[in-house]
């Protein structure tokens, strides 16, 4: 395990429809956060687990975004009735009360 | 309302001279403040970090200065590569919510050769 990773990496979808995300962070790390990038935008953040709880949610996450983290390891992302504005890189990172490390990202991208 | 500023979009300079990426906050509650660099396709990757009862921290060619009283952190390069060629995201934490990154736009830095 040599770091955070997202799949898929790329994801393009119509208006309307539904997308789930997965990040499996690193394996030691109990803190996972999603983070959202719009273009010419520094990343914005989304949530935060601690272990299988969330913690804090962003007024961002609209009531069409759920995250779960079930066993306190991977994290799913879904976005219902996706709109032409969701389309952003999605980013997860993992930390062990430490620096937050990044996975690669998810580009959404809405038509 | 953007409480972490990066005023330069882009920067350029010479391979081996200093670049200086400058960012502004304003949120006086936070404490620890973080530099990413992010190459295109790629997340964002630690780079070096400093905390408010600091006001300078080195790590290689790598230091990252804090003026608390003027709200002011600085990234400086030195020397600058053409590897370091990226995006530099300034972000911070603290006044409560320690778990939630606050990033400014960045600032897209060019080392030419």
């Known amino acids: 395990d040599t770091g955070v990773s997202q799949d898929p990496r790329h994801k393009i979808t119509k208006r309307g429809q539904n997308v789930t995300f997965r990040c499996d962070p690193i394996s030691e790390h109990n803190r996972l956060y999603w983070y959202r990038q719009t273009l010419g935008q520094g990343p914005e953040f989304l949530t935060y687990?601690?272990?299988?709880?969330?913690?804090?949610k962003s007024r961002l996450l609209s009531d069409r975004f759920s995250a779960e983290r079930p066993k306190g390891s991977f994290s799913t992302l879904e976005i219902q009735r996706t709109e032409q504005g969701d389309s952003a890189m999605y980013l997860c990172?993992?930390?062990?009360?430490?620096?937050?490390?990044f996975g690669p990202g998810t580009r959404l991208t809405v038509l | 309302d953007q409480q972490v500023k990066q005023n330069s979009p882009s920067l350029s300079v010479q391979e081996g001279r200093i670049s200086i990426l400058n960012c502004d906050y304003t949120n006086s509650m936070f404490d620890y403040f973080l530099w990413y660099k992010k190459y295109p396709a790629e997340g964002p990757t630690f780079l070096i970090s400093?905390?408010?009862?600091?006001d300078k921290n080195e790590d290689g060619r790598f230091t990252v200065f804090l003026n608390k009283s003027a709200k002011h952190l600085s990234l400086h390069i030195v020397p600058s590569q053409p590897g370091d060629s990226a995006v530099y995201f300034c972000?911070?934490?603290?006044?409560?919510?320690?778990?939630?990154?606050?990033f400014g736009k960045g600032t897209l830095l060019t080392v030419n050769p």
């Open positions: 687990f601690q272990n299988e709880a969330q913690l804090e």
């Open positions: 400093i905390s408010s009862i600091k």
């Open positions: 990172a993992s930390s062990f009360a430490g620096t937050r490390i």
């Open positions: 972000a911070a934490s603290g006044g409560g919510s320690n778990y939630k990154l606050t």
